[in-house]
């Protein structure tokens, strides 16, 4: 298997975090969208993450990939197939999704836009997107994780968004901020999964 993205990407890092928390072995190909030709031979739209299966089947979308892994892998699936459970989980895990895809389009305006072609109402609303939704996520924090005292795919995704945007753009998530979020991270951020995919070492 072949994970095509870096781990500066939340929505890759996410996909790499499961894949060694399921213990899968993979080969990381750390390519950035700037790299459009080499992605583009993987993924059609030259986005990241896609997953390269050992058969030479190819799945994009971080979402696609993890259904694909937990199915593969049900005993240990980060997100429970069925029920109440599954659903609260897939709900946390949205809302950090969207927290990421705001932030990933406030980078982008910062970075790939001329500055003389910035809309600042409209980077102001992705900021605050960003905020809006980490503060919703901390204030689901119950008992150390997101969901039910225990690490579940919103924990995964959500860690992965926060470490990214402190990485990134860490005016978004001051040192200090989201207390939760952030002690949630810093005891993730010792397992060997979280470590050895941290956006620092990407
Ligand atoms: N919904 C997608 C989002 C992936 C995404 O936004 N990837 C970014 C990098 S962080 C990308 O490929 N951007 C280039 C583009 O969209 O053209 C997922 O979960 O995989």
Known sequence: MQLIGGYGSP?????????????????HLPLSTADQATVERFSPLG?????VLDGGEVLT???????HLDEMHADRALTPRTGPERRAILALTALALATGDKYVA??????????SHRWTPWLERL??????????????IDRDYLYGGRLTQADVTTVA???AIRFDMQDLAPEGSYPKLSALSARLSDLPAFARTHPQGA
């Open 161 to 163: 968004v926060l470490d």
């Open 106 to 115: 406030a980078w982008y305006e910062c970075t790939a836009r001329p500055e």
């Open 47 to 51: 986005r990241i993450p896609a997953l």
């Open 11 to 27: 929505f890759v890092r996410r996909v790499g975090i499961t894949l060694h928390l399921y213990g899968i072995a993979f080969e």
């Open 127 to 140: 900021q605050r997107q960003v905020r809006q939704g980490l503060c919703a996520l901390e204030d689901r």
């Open 61 to 67: 979308d971080s979402s696609a990939i993890i259904d």
